[in-house]
């Protein structure tokens, strides 16, 4: 079963407004990441944040951690045509078995519009 | 530094015929990971090397199968293949672990 749950499933925002994307998910994590893949292609990381951690920034991207209620956003700030892609969560559990894996969530299909 | 390559990037098959998918990892990354996407299924965990061992196995049948070589190049083996194989397959590699993975291009296949 699929660790993360991103919300919404798609977005459509105009350039220059933002845009806030949500994962919840089920178990105790180590840590919660952000990817974005472009049209069936490759995933390119983004952001990570640590189980001990509650914000973190990185250029137009600011994510956060809220781990007793299991869930995280991510805002991307002044958005741009470019940044129209489908954004997934992943995370790494902490319990046994859990270890060397992701659990990548269905996704956010993002789309800004010029 | 080259990214992860994938080879080949679009493979047709027919059902009951295998397949083996080929990753190369960035130079000097020992971890090497396979996620299988679907349209329907998402993204699913297929098995995680680190130098030549396994270190985690996703729900998949035994038909799935992986290994990793000295150099940290990985294959992966689907045998049997179903019309349910049809996926994206992706290749990830890190230094060590699964903090910041780097994704090759995928490798689409497609089971008619």
């Known amino acids: 079963s699929q660790q993360g749950e991103e919300d919404p499933q798609a977005l459509s925002i105009q350039e220059g407004e933002n845009a806030t994307m949500n994962c919840s998910y089920k178990?105790?994590?180590?840590?919660l990441q952000w990817y974005r893949q472009n049209s069936g292609r490759g995933l390119v990381h983004l952001i990570l944040?640590?189980?001990?951690?509650r914000e973190k920034h990185s250029g137009r991207l600011r994510v956060t951690l809220d781990t007793s209620k299991k869930s995280s956003s991510l805002l991307i700030t002044a958005s741009r045509a470019a940044d129209t892609a489908s954004y997934f969560c992943a995370t790494e559990g902490s319990s046994g078995g859990s270890n060397y894996k992701l659990t990548f969530g269905k996704g956010t299909l993002l789309t800004v519009n010029p | 530094k080259a990214g992860v390559t994938q080879t080949p990037r679009y493979l047709i098959k027919t059902r009951g015929q295998q397949v083996t998918l080929s990753c190369s990892p960035i130079s000097g990354h020992r971890s090497v990971s396979w996620y299988q996407q679907t349209p329907g299924q998402g993204l699913q965990f297929l098995f995680e090397y680190f130098s030549e061992t396994q270190r985690n196995k996703g729900n998949f049948p035994g038909r799935f199968s992986g290994r990793q070589f000295s150099n940290s190049r990985s294959e992966m083996n689907v045998s049997t293949l179903e019309l349910g194989d049809s996926a994206l397959y992706l290749c990830a590699s890190s230094l060590f672990s699964n903090e910041k993975l780097f994704f090759g291009s995928g490798t689409q296949l497609s089971v008619l």
């Open positions: 944040i640590r189980s001990n951690e």
């Open positions: 178990t105790s994590i180590n840590n």
